[in-house]
């Protein structure tokens, strides 16, 4: 098989990223867009030693699961992967990732439960996130004033990345975002139209304006906007908090700048400036009222991180017990289980989430939990050498799963009665979960929950108890 071959291919699985995938002369090919069950005609692309990659160029005979795609970004936009399959078949998907990566990775028989989805399963892949950061580029030759006066709603490129590139696709009506978010790009527009503000050049990390990063309490209907700025301040900044309080009403109570001078690829920086309003929303999870700043981490939909916590707190039955959360963010999954603890301990390296933490305990009236602010190994060590001995610890580590060092702490100096695991990467949790069986461990236990419909992305949350039980 060369380069530009052109070839019929039978769709018999699907890839972690959400490509479909199958076999010509022995070898696998990936094409993104294929789905389980379709014949297609396949242009292939790049060949390697045991693999190659197609680009779908007909379907020949369409998988039963095949539907409309109710998106115009789709699939130029990097954010969806399954918008053209039916839900059952994300979720069937989904469910067998999980499976597979535990067994192949970390080597356990285990099958896991029932993929944990939607209340509402007629619309599961629709305004379901309560945070979005859109990328901005300038649209060449449209600035300033005359932008506003040509077409301020074309004035700049706002949208998402494609699929491994950091190549802004215009898209200012997600399926995933709520209305409140389509209702401030506009304004958010119109100012920097009026204003002339630069826009960042990540090749010569010159211009003002990097991101737009908005926030929705689900709960409390609260709304936050920042603009991500690439210095101390921006011109006009009572015409831009004038601008999205007419867009997008009472609902706003935020207006922030995040301070970025950083040449990354991290969307964030460390600082904020309030313009107006509050430094923060609030939120209702799991019956406590959470406080949540820009730089806070929050699960994106509400509905489903309450069933993902349930399913946790089922696994850690923390009543009477002491609770270490490592990577606790701003503190909900630890403090959601904090009316049955004897004592719950979060740890988490961002310090303005771990403040949030502990006004999140003091305004619901907790008082046996208590927060650090530190790496995670770092803190296990500390903790140690206080004496502390949790019965049940949780973590709930970012993609790249926990280091070594902490997995080692776990198992050989805290040794609780249970671990659970709370991860957004099958991967990296069979590979930690194999380690930790490693270290007197067994797995008993694992849930998939699709927090992320229509993504690729799935969490899972796991519970592994101590051999010596």
């Known amino acids: 098989m060369r380069k530009n071959d052109v070839i019929e291919l039978a769709i018999t699985g699907t890839?972690?990223?959400?490509?479909?995938?199958?076999?010509?002369?022995?070898?696998?090919?990936?094409?993104?867009?294929?789905?389980?069950?379709?014949?297609?005609?396949?242009?292939?692309?790049?060949?390697?030693?045991?693999?190659?990659?197609?680009?779908?160029?007909?379907?020949?005979?369409?998988?039963?699961?095949?539907?409309?795609?109710?998106?115009?970004?789709?699939?130029?936009?990097?954010?969806?992967?399954?918008?053209?399959?039916?839900?059952?078949?994300?979720?069937?998907?989904?469910?067998?990732?999980?499976?597979?990566?535990?067994?192949?990775i970390g080597g356990f028989s285990i099958e896991?439960?029932?993929?944990?989805?939607?209340?509402?399963t007629s619309a599961p892949r629709t305004g379901y996130r309560n945070k979005a950061q859109y990328p901005v580029g300038a649209v060449e030759g449209v600035t300033g004033t005359r932008a506003a006066r040509l077409n301020p709603e074309h004035s700049l490129s706002i949208g998402f990345y494609a699929p491994r590139s950091h190549r802004i696709v215009d898209c200012r009506n997600c399926r995933l975002q709520p209305p409140e978010f389509t209702a401030a790009l506009p304004a958010i527009e119109q100012w920097a139209a009026e204003t002339g503000v630069?826009?960042?050049?990540?090749?010569?990390?010159?211009?003002?304006?990097?991101?737009?990063?908005?926030?929705?309490?689900?709960?409390?209907g609260q709304v936050m906007a920042a603009l991500v700025i690439n210095g101390d301040g921006v011109p006009a900044p009572?015409?831009?908090?004038?601008?999205?309080?007419?867009?997008?009403?009472?609902?706003?109570?935020?207006?922030?700048?995040?301070?970025?001078r950083e040449d990354t690829n991290v969307v964030l920086g460390k600082t904020c400036t309030v313009l107006f309003g509050a430094d923060h929303l609030e939120d209702i999870l799991c019956g406590l009222r959470f406080r949540i700043s820009p730089l806070s981490f929050y699960q994106v939909n509400r509905d489903m991180a309450e069933k993902l916590y349930k399913k946790a707190a089922e696994y850690a039955e923390p009543e009477g017990k002491i609770l270490l959360d490592m990577y606790c963010g701003a503190g909900t999954i630890g403090l959601s289980m904090a009316g049955q603890a004897k004592q719950v301990i979060g740890v988490e390296v961002v310090s303005a989430a771990v403040e949030d933490a502990e006004r999140n305990a003091r305004l619901n009236g907790i008082f046996n939990a208590r927060f650090l602010c530190a790496d995670a190994a770092e803190a296990a060590r500390q903790l140690a050498?206080?004496?502390?001995?949790?019965?049940?610890?949780?973590?709930?580590?970012?993609?790249?799963?926990?280091?070594?060092?902490?997995?080692?702490l776990i198992g050989e100096t805290f040794r609780p009665?249970?671990?659970?695991?709370?991860?957004?990467?099958?991967?990296?949790?069979?590979?930690?979960?194999?380690?930790?069986?490693?270290?007197?461990?067994?797995?008993?236990?694992?849930?998939?929950?699709?927090?992320?419909?229509?993504?690729?992305?799935?969490e899972t949350v796991c519970l592994l108890q101590s051999e010596s039980l």
């Open 15 to 104: 890839t972690a990223e959400g490509s479909g995938v199958g076999r010509h002369e022995g070898m696998a090919v990936f094409v993104p867009g294929g789905a389980e069950g379709d014949l297609l005609r396949v242009r292939i692309v790049k060949v390697l030693k045991n693999l190659a990659y197609g680009r779908l160029e007909k379907i020949l005979r369409p998988s039963p699961d095949r539907v409309k795609i109710d998106c115009p970004a789709f699939p130029r936009c990097g954010g969806c992967v399954f918008r053209y399959i039916g839900y059952e078949a994300e979720k069937r998907i989904k469910r067998q990732r999980v499976a597979d990566a535990l067994r192949r």
């Open 112 to 120: 896991p439960r029932d993929l944990l989805c939607a209340p509402d």
């Open 198 to 220: 630069s826009i960042y050049d990540e090749r010569t990390g010159k211009g003002l304006l990097r991101h737009i990063y908005l926030r929705k309490a689900f709960a409390t």
């Open 238 to 260: 009572d015409r831009l908090v004038e601008l999205l309080r007419q867009a997008v009403g009472e609902a706003l109570v935020s207006v922030q700048l995040n301070h970025n």
């Open 385 to 408: 050498a206080e004496g502390i001995r949790p019965d049940v610890i949780l973590v709930d580590p970012p993609r790249k799963g926990c280091s070594p060092d902490l997995l080692q």
């Open 417 to 458: 009665e249970r671990v659970v695991y709370v991860s957004c990467d099958p991967a990296t949790l069979a590979r930690d979960c194999k380690q930790l069986a490693a270290v007197g461990y067994r797995l008993v236990e694992a849930t998939p929950a699709d927090l992320f419909p229509g993504t690729a992305h799935v």
